[in-house]
């Protein structure tokens, strides 16, 4: 989960673990959704807004959306029968432009939580998040306990950073906080920091392109699972009676299983 605005800025980068992440730039705007029950020509075109910085769930490439959960977004439109056009807002303007009316829908990686819930309704979730350790192959660790004392590497403003913060202390001294997961994964492969603390879709999918390293991830059950949905305006039924309508659809034809093994592999 992203928690601020300070978390993502160096999209534009090769890390020594040879990962490559799509550069950032202005996105341009998509359309998609097809016509079905609802989806005539003069029919109402919902701007769904998120923020293309978050591989693999949002990302530019070559100035076009993509990612598990465009993909996600695209195909409920089509089986809810509505049409999207897509807008890179950026983070914080995402909320703005929901408030303001200029955005109608909003995805990306948005973990449910109460608090959000007394501004904005949520769909029903479309993912569901933990946090994963990454330690070295032959690391006796086996939780989060485990790594007192040792440095560990997370993307800083997110879930992971504050589940360190919360198990050792606001000032604990080994937590080092970078601007992107890569950065962290790659400090931990060249022996910088001890271990990488992050978000399952995220964390797997940056380990998961590092060739002949040996590493493991573990799942720590006091970790607490998270749920994203999707969000709009509170009160407006009209649009989030159609999200929900075409994201039960999707799980139901095996649709949002696809997407999902398609991004990160079989459950």
Same mark, same amino acid.
């Given at each position: 989960?992203?928690?601020?605005?300070?978390?993502?800025?160096?999209?534009?980068?090769?890390?020594?673990?040879?990962?490559?992440?799509?550069?950032?730039?202005?996105?341009?705007?998509?359309?998609?959704?097809?016509?079905?029950?609802?989806?005539?020509?003069?029919?109402?075109?919902?701007?769904?807004?998120?923020?293309?910085?978050?591989?693999?769930?949002?990302?530019?490439?070559?100035?076009?959306?993509?990612?598990?959960?465009?993909?996600?977004?695209?195909?409920?439109?089509?089986?809810?029968?509505?049409?999207?056009?897509?807008?890179?807002?950026?983070?914080?303007?995402?909320?703005?432009?929901?408030?303001?009316?200029?955005?109608?829908?909003?995805?990306?990686?948005?973990?449910?939580?109460?608090?959000?819930?007394?501004?904005?309704?949520?769909?029903?979730?479309?993912?569901? %998040?933990?946090?994963?350790?990454?330690?070295?192959?032959?690391?006796? #660790?086996? !939780?989060?306990? =485990?790594? &007192?004392? +040792?440095? $560990?590497?997370?993307?800083?403003?997110?879930?992971?950073?504050?589940?360190?913060?919360?198990?050792?202390?606001?000032?604990?001294?080994?937590?080092?906080?970078?601007?992107?997961?890569?950065?962290?994964?790659?400090?931990?492969?060249?022996?910088?920091?001890? %271990?990488?603390?992050?978000?399952?879709?995220?964390?797997?999918?940056? #380990?998961? !392109?590092?060739? =002949?390293? &040996?590493? +493991?991830? $573990?799942?720590?059950?006091?970790?607490?699972?998270?749920?994203?949905?999707?969000?709009?305006?509170?009160?407006?039924?009209?649009?989030?009676?159609?999200?929900?309508?075409?994201?039960?659809?999707?799980?139901?034809?095996?649709?949002?299983?696809?997407?999902?093994?398609?991004?990160?592999?079989?459950?």
């Amino acid at each position: 989960m992203r928690i601020g605005t300070n978390w993502f800025k160096s999209l534009a980068l090769v890390v020594g673990v040879g990962v490559l992440l799509a550069g950032c730039g202005s996105g341009g705007q998509q359309t998609s959704g097809s016509g079905g029950a609802s989806g005539g020509s003069g029919d109402k075109v919902y701007v769904v807004g998120t923020d293309a910085a978050y591989p693999p769930f949002q990302m530019l490439e070559a100035d076009k959306i993509s990612g598990h959960d465009i993909d996600v977004m695209n195909a409920i439109a089509d089986a809810g029968g509505f049409k999207i056009e897509w807008k890179n807002t950026g983070w914080d303007p995402l909320f703005d432009g929901l408030d303001k009316g200029t955005v109608d829908i909003g995805i990306s990686s948005i973990t449910i939580t109460e608090k959000r819930k007394e501004k904005y309704d949520f769909s029903d979730s479309y993912f569901e %998040a933990n946090q994963l350790i990454l330690v070295a192959e032959d690391s006796p #660790v086996t !939780k989060l306990a =485990d790594l &007192k004392g +040792k440095k $560990i590497g997370v993307q800083a403003a997110t879930t992971g950073e504050e589940v360190v913060k919360k198990a050792f202390g606001d000032t604990y001294e080994g937590l080092k906080g970078y601007d992107d997961m890569p950065s962290s994964v790659d400090d931990f492969f060249n022996g910088r920091v001890d %271990a990488v603390i992050g978000d399952n879709g995220v964390l797997s999918y940056y #380990v998961n !392109k590092v060739k =002949d390293k &040996k590493f +493991k991830l $573990i799942k720590d059950d006091s970790f607490e699972k998270e749920f994203y949905g999707i969000i709009v305006k509170k009160g407006n039924t009209d649009a989030m009676n159609k999200i929900n309508d075409g994201l039960k659809k999707i799980k139901e034809n095996g649709k949002l299983q696809e997407i999902y093994t398609q991004y990160f592999g079989n459950k």
